[in-house]
């Protein structure tokens, strides 16, 4: 593309020269930047982009956008603001990508990544050519592909939408953090149905108080769009259940279907059964009623499917075909995961780094539980410092021992962090064991028949971070060596 014609998509910008060098790409990581890209200089927390302009051009870079002047022999397109530019320009280079398929977005604390997963997996059994963007990885169609973080950048995105359109790809589905919606790193995505999971305490370090994070939140919602075409219809799913929902509902343009258990809402299970190897509940819909038994286990996990159940029946999906989709979904990597290896106690890794997350498993597993329940609980370094001692409350409190460990204490003193998460216990029930390896073989030492091991806070994660290094570490491995070291 010209560099002329993709400027027609900017209202508003300087440049003092008539070249129209041709853009074969963009790059904002100069180490990208090569022969035809437009380098977008961007400000970071360490690095500014506009330190490397003259480094690009050196390497044959066509162009460069940027906040300010630059002394460089290429143009020089500038800017008041690189990232929403940035933003304006990755969407039209590409062809505007996500307005070519069917987007579904998921916010929320809690079940995201669960969500994604459900939605993808019955639009995949219906048929369609599907796209993921999470935690875990990248999918498009068959192909993994890893992430940085759970919602990349608006040009990694633009880019991938483009691959997915390329593949043919009829629905996507992608997680949106509220790191991302603050900032502005989903712009330009065109979402056809915005999912809300809850909303409790997290990533306070970065937002500093729970309003700051809900507003954060409530972007997905407000940035739906402002028209009722019928070929281009956009509606918020909402949980019934969180106080939050009344909010974004306030905030969005769109039409808006609830779900819940609590309280009357558009699609709703009532009647649920939870125990050791599923759960069933009675599903009501505007459609009718219709009994669901799962594999999945606890409410949350209701939650995450009714999410998905009135996700799949706006885009059109038939509920019978959405139900038998759901009763064949045996689990996500990382989420109440289950490690099997002959042992007659159970053992289980979880995602939960959260209060309500923590709780929200730890009561599901005394729903089911015959003996005794162990709780290994750590919390991460350079986070939200005020959900350790709640999180360690919790642990002592619904199990019968809790063990306090490391999760990625990052850049933090991992003896500092365990001793945060002691204040205020008063509960006799824990041993704190700074070494995650050694908190695990502990717990399957001692553990008897019957008996349920929580491991919580790292979920699929196959490292963890202490200072500025990644160790190779997975919670499953590490326990399924503990259980063959322990049966010798």
């Not at 500092?416 to 070494?435: S, W």
Request: proline share 3%.
């Amino acid at each position: 593309m010209e560099l002329k014609e993709l400027l027609t998509y900017l209202v508003n910008y300087k440049m003092d020269t008539e070249a129209n060098p041709e853009i074969t790409s963009i790059e904002m990581d100069s180490r990208k930047a090569g022969e035809g890209c437009l380098f977008v200089c961007m400000k970071g927390h360490i690095f500014d982009g506009h330190d490397f302009a003259e480094t690009v051009a050196k390497n044959g870079a066509a162009a460069i956008l940027a906040e300010k002047d630059l002394n460089v022999n290429i143009p020089v397109i500038k800017v008041k603001d690189s990232k929403k530019a940035l933003a304006v320009l990755a969407d039209a280079f590409y062809g505007h990508p996500s307005q070519k398929m069917h987007l579904i977005g998921i916010t929320g604390t809690n079940g995201k990544t669960t969500t994604s997963h459900i939605i993808e997996k019955v639009f995949r059994d219906a048929g369609k050519t599907t796209g993921m963007i999470g935690t875990i990885e990248m999918k498009i169609k068959d192909q993994s592909f890893k992430v940085a973080n759970t919602t990349p950048d608006c040009l990694f995105l633009q880019n991938a939408f483009h691959r997915m359109t390329e593949e043919k790809v009829d629905a996507a589905v992608m997680e949106v953090s509220s790191h991302a919606l603050d900032q502005g790193r989903v712009w330009g995505c065109d979402f056809d149905i915005a999912v809300f999971t809850n909303l409790t305490q997290d990533h306070l370090d970065y937002h500093k108080n729970m309003e700051e994070y809900q507003y954060a939140k409530s972007l997905l919602f407000s940035q739906m769009g402002n028209t009722y075409h019928k070929s281009d219809r956009k509606v918020a799913v909402l949980n019934n259940d969180d106080p939050a929902s009344k909010m974004f509902e306030r905030v969005t343009s769109a039409q808006v279907i609830s779900y819940g258990i609590d309280h009357e809402s558009d699609i709703r299970a009532s009647e649920i059964m939870i125990g050791s190897h599923g759960t069933s509940f009675t599903l009501e819909t505007p459609l009718g009623t219709k009994k669901v038994t799962l594999k999945l286990i606890g409410k949350f996990s209701v939650y995450n499917v009714l999410a998905a159940i009135s996700t799949c029946l706006l885009s059109g999906l038939d509920l019978d075909q959405i139900i038998s989709s759901l009763e064949d979904i045996s689990g996500v990597p990382g989420r109440f995961e289950p490690v099997i290896a002959g042992q007659d106690y159970t053992v289980i890794v979880d995602y939960a780094h959260t209060p309500d997350s923590l709780e929200n498993v730890l009561r599901t597993i005394k729903e089911f539980s015959k003996g005794k329940i162990t709780a290994i609980v750590g919390c991460g370094g350079d986070r939200d410092k005020t959900k350790r001692p709640l999180m360690a409350g919790i642990a002592a409190d619904l199990a019968d021992l809790a063990i306090f460990t490391s999760d990625n204490p990052r850049t933090e003193d991992p003896l500092q962090i365990l001793k945060e998460m002691e204040e205020g216990i008063d509960e006799a029930n824990y041993v704190t064991i700074p070494d995650r390896k050694q908190a695990i073989h502990y717990a399957i030492e001692k553990a008897h028949t019957n008996d349920v091991i929580l491991i919580a806070g790292k979920g699929h994660e196959t490292y963890q971070i202490i200072g500025h290094h990644v160790f190779d570490f997975d919670d499953r491995e590490v326990a399924r060596e503990a259980i063959r070291t322990v049966k010798k």
